[in-house]
């Protein structure tokens, strides 16, 4: 959905994760956009995969403030090149800012990408899943045209192709894999949404996300998940990198198809009900902050505000960081010092009527400290932006616990966990 606020910093460090035995087999041609699964079993390069257990771990880089954005290095094309990319699970399409030439592009940390000369078709399957209806017209038969719009106002207009991605498994085993990505090259933003960023990776529900092309592949489950660190960095990974013995689940809602959406669920805060329920709540790390419909979040408002009276809290109307901040009687340096002043927050979601799974905001999930000392709601209206009656929960309220999206069992998942640990590389086949 990619709505970033903050300040934004680039953080020009490539971590190379794991030393791999590298594979050449291809998978795909320049002629195909996937394999059949029977076709990648044949390969001598992805008999070392179970698709059932194989994965991809990706570090990465960033925070919620300043920065605004966690972003990830990917390595493609032919030599393969590292690009910083935007994490987000509320789009699908991974696209680079590229040379093709450019009408619009922002500034980049690495050379605009050169895109290869392998064009997706514009009635191919992958086309029609970013067109606006089904029955779109082609004035290029050869060549798919894609416009994409985000909630913050950001829009790309690009073609569609196919290129090498670089990928090292969990197994040791290293692949280059030919999957379709956009070329943009021409981009609208807004100055509160532009980033230092090559692109953005799309990690959504639609055919052209990443896992949905690695999954057609045969090379890994339908699974995807990340790790943000409220410490900064983290980790996001494709396939069964993950502990379900820690995890609580709740259904993917089957009104929304293009969202890790779930619901109904009611708004409780400090462990008592609010009186706020039916919330719909998607899941989109696009989004630096948490975003609440204009009822839940007046509620929360009313319920924070009479928490507060009596606290050595005062508002900070001069500090413009976010809509609401606080002073005390000297600048904080950390939520530590603050948390104590705030109750969590939570999400119950109804299972079937019945079980509630509760996804918890804890007060260092909701709360930063500005630049100028004060602390600040990073829960904001959505109604001001348009969402409407969507609840989003942004990057700062999925901070320090293990994020799953189960795509084949319709399930997100969540547990505590140590974002900053980036799992090493081990063989997760069964």
Known sequence: MKMKMGKVEMVLAVMVLFNMSSCSAWFGDTHRNSILPSQARSSSCSRLLNPAGSSVVFPLHGNVYPVGFYNVTLNIGQPARPYFLDVDTGSDLTWL?????????????????????????????????????????????????????????????????????????????????????????????????????????????????????????????????????????????????????RVTWTPISSVDSKHYSAGPAELVFGGRKTGVGSLTAVFDTGSSYTYFNSHAYQALLSWLKKDLTGKPLKAAPDDQTLPFCWHGRRPFKSIREVRKYFKPVALSFTNGGRVKAQFEIAPEAYLIISNLGNVCLGILSGSEIGLEELNVIGDISMQDKVMVFENEKMLIGWGPADCSRVPKSRDFSI
């Open 97 to 245: 800012q590229c040379d093709a030439p450019c009408t619009h592009c922002s500034e980049t940390p690495h050379p605009l990408y050169r895109p290869s000369n392998d064009f997706v078709p514009c009635k191919d399957p992958l086309c029609a899943s970013l067109q606006p209806t089904d029955d779109y017209n082609c004035e290029n038969p050869d060549q798919c045209d894609y416009e994409i719009n985000y909630a913050d106002q950001y829009s790309t207009f690009g073609v569609l192709l196919n290129d090498v991605y670089l990928l090292n498994f969990t197994n040791g085993v290293q692949l280059k894999v030919r999957m379709a990505l956009g070329c943009g090259y021409d981009q609208v933003f807004a100055p509160s949404s532009y980033h230092a960023l090559d692109g953005i990776l799309g990690l959504g529900r639609g055919k052209t996300s990443l896992i949905s092309q690695l999954n057609s592949q045969g090379l890994v489950r339908n699974v995807i998940g990340h790790c943000l660190s409220s410490q900064g960095g983290g980790y996001i990974f494709f396939g069964n990198a993950y502990d379900s013995a």
